[in-house]
């Protein structure tokens, strides 16, 4: 949230020297500029094509398997405390919405209670004469009409003529829209000073842009500035609660607006196509690196655990490791004697942590970490697997069949109270001769279990071979025995890959 603000902080900055830069240039143009400015900070969080950590009403956390890991992440105990921060901040953004509405509210009433007029006809938009509205009133953006107070139609034809051609140029330079999107920003950045400063701009420079529409029509501008004062006296004597529509004359900011009309040395161009697309893509510019920058020290989160065996023993000095899938920073941290591991502080994202010792098996899961999540991840690591091998020679020449050869089974390195399994009794398979003298050979690579009295159980062929070969293999090694796995003394089931190699001699 803070790296938002920042973010928004940055655009409207710059928006305001755009606008002291354009200090020459028309009012239709630095009206623009504003509601760029602020419909690029409406957009400013969705700007970023990959997910990005958001504000969030409490810790959180996501975890998806992978292989490696047998327990899932044990999120840290949920606070009773309520989300302040969020209902803070869905409060002002309330009263905000609030207090737009009731004024939209206001004005719909005004013209549902008005009645209709043929005083626009001639520039083509309705008008609604009502007795509760002493100052022209500029609504609709589906369905434009002007409001005018009951007395408008005893007006001088010069004044209702100036009147009309200026709220009727809010509806055609689009500023009903434009000032939905500023409020609507203002709704989201309630608590930012800079927002409300910056629809308080957008509104002035509407107000003289339409101005300078009027002026261009041929309007004298002597005779509009009086129209302008007599508006505003009017306004002032009703004393109303106005609804947010564009409103021909307010007190605030009238001498600016008089001031203006009668510079002959403004300029008053509209806004054109060029320029709009050249403001348009300036604020563009200006988002992409923001889209894409992450403040580093605004957006971490906590993560903490033990490493443990399958006894629930702690497992000491293991190393884990965090790589950030959307980032460049991997993590590194060395569990100490009691297992336990901490990362302070790492970019909130996604994650993959891996775990390992040298004597067990690569613990490996993926996880998200939510900004300003503090929680506890428990890694569960599983004893390795044993891996056998043995050879059985022969020879086509020989009659009879050649005692085989066999090595000893490679043993794993377990650690802490970890004892591998032992091969105490192997059984040999014989090597038929008819076999040899046809050229038959090859490796059988089987897969078993070591159960907890020594026994091979669930033997398994894992590899294309001859099934004959693979026959007398199976045979031979299901009649193995074994001093079983002892965890912290206790026998446990183990996994084992064996490799028989028949091989004929030269």
Partial sequence: MIALVVKATFVLAAAFCAAAGLRRGSAALRHFVWTAALAAILVLPFARLAPQPAPVTAPAIVVAAVGGGSTPATPAPASPSLPWFAIAYGAGAALAAARFLAGSWRTVRLARRGTPSTLGAELGVNVILSEETPMPLAWGILRPLILLPASAAAWPAERLRSVLLHETMHHRRRDLLAQAVAQVACCAYWFHPLAWLALSRQRAEREHACDDAVLRYGVPAHDYAEHLVEAARSAAAARPRWGHAPAMAEASGLERRVTAVLDRRANRRPLTGLAACAVAIAFGVLLAPLAVVTLRAQATATISGIVQDPSGARVPRARVIATNLDGDNV????????????????????????????????????????????????????????????????????????????????????????????????????????????????????????????????????????PRLAKLAMDAVSQNEYQPTLLNGEPIETMTNIEVHFELGQ
Avoid: C, W
């Fill in 331 to 466: 993590e590194s941290a060395t569990a100490n004697l009691a297992g336990e591991y901490r990362f302070a502080n790492i970019p909130s994202g996604r994650y993959t942590l891996q775990v390992e010792s040298p004597r067990f098996t690569r613990f490996k899961q993926d996880v998200t970490l939510v900004t300003g999540a503090d929680l506890r991840f428990d890694a569960a690591l599983r004893v390795g697997t044993v891996n056998e091998s043995m050879t059985v020679a022969g020879h086509r020449s020989t009659p009879a069949a050649v005692a085989p050869r066999s090595t000893a089974p490679q043993r794993i390195r377990v650690g802490g109270n970890v004892q591998a399994s032992r091969l105490i009794h192997q059984v040999k398979p014989l090597y038929p001769q008819e076999l040899q003298d046809a050229g038959v050979e090859g490796t059988v690579m089987l897969r078993a279990i070591i159960s907890k009295e020594g026994k091979v159980l669930q033997l398994k062929l894992v590899n294309s071979v001859n």
